[in-house]
C-alpha cells in the first residue's frame, strides 16, 4: 500500500510523513468555541531537509525571502482562516502547495543588452541641458 501524498503537479507529489501539523487555538473573534476547541492548523514542512524536492527546487524555494520560512529551512503556515479543523487544515495544505508551485517555475535568465547609440547620444544632451541649466543658475547677477 503506498503512503498518502499531497500532490503539487504531475510530476512532484509530497509524502504525508514529511508534513508535520499541529492544532491550537485560534486567536481572535468567535465567541465561546474559539476558547473550546483547537480549529487552527500550524503547518511544518522542511524545505531543507526534504527529500521529495528536487535539488534545483529547493535552493530556488531557500533563496526566497518569505517570512514563513525559518533559518533552519522550515516552512511555518498558520491557518486559522475557517471556524473548523478540517477548513483550516485544508487551507494550510492549499497554501504549501502554492508556495512549492511557485518555486516551480524557473525564473528566465537576463540577457544584458548595450545601449542603442542614439539612446547614448540623447543622455549625453540630455547632460549637457541640465549642466546649462545649472550654469546658468550660478553666473546669474542678482543685486
Avoid at 499541529?22 to 531543507?48: C, P
Avoid at 508556495?99 to 516551480?104: K, N, P, S
Wanted: hydrophobic share 40%.
Amino acid at each position: 500500500m503506498t503512503t498518502p501524498q499531497l500532490i503539487v503537479d504531475a510530476t512532484l507529489a509530497i509524502p504525508e510523513t514529511e508534513i508535520v501539523e499541529r492544532f491550537v487555538r485560534a486567536s481572535g473573534a468567535g465567541g465561546q468555541n474559539v476558547n473550546k476547541v483547537s480549529s487552527a492548523v500550524e503547518l511544518r514542512f522542511d524545505v531543507a531537509g526534504s527529500p521529495s524536492l528536487p535539488d534545483a527546487l529547493r535552493a530556488r524555494l531557500l533563496a526566497r525571502r518569505d517570512r514563513r520560512l525559518t533559518d533552519a529551512g522550515v516552512l511555518v503556515i498558520d491557518a486559522q482562516r475557517f471556524r473548523t479543523q478540517e477548513r483550516n487544515r485544508a487551507d494550510a495544505r492549499e497554501r504549501l502547495v502554492a508556495f512549492i508551485r511557485a518555486g516551480l517555475a524557473v525564473p528566465k535568465a537576463r540577457v544584458a543588452t548595450k545601449p542603442t547609440y542614439g539612446s547614448r547620444l540623447r543622455r549625453l544632451d540630455e547632460k549637457k541641458g541640465r549642466a546649462q541649466i545649472k550654469r546658468g543658475r550660478s553666473q546669474r547677477n542678482w543685486e
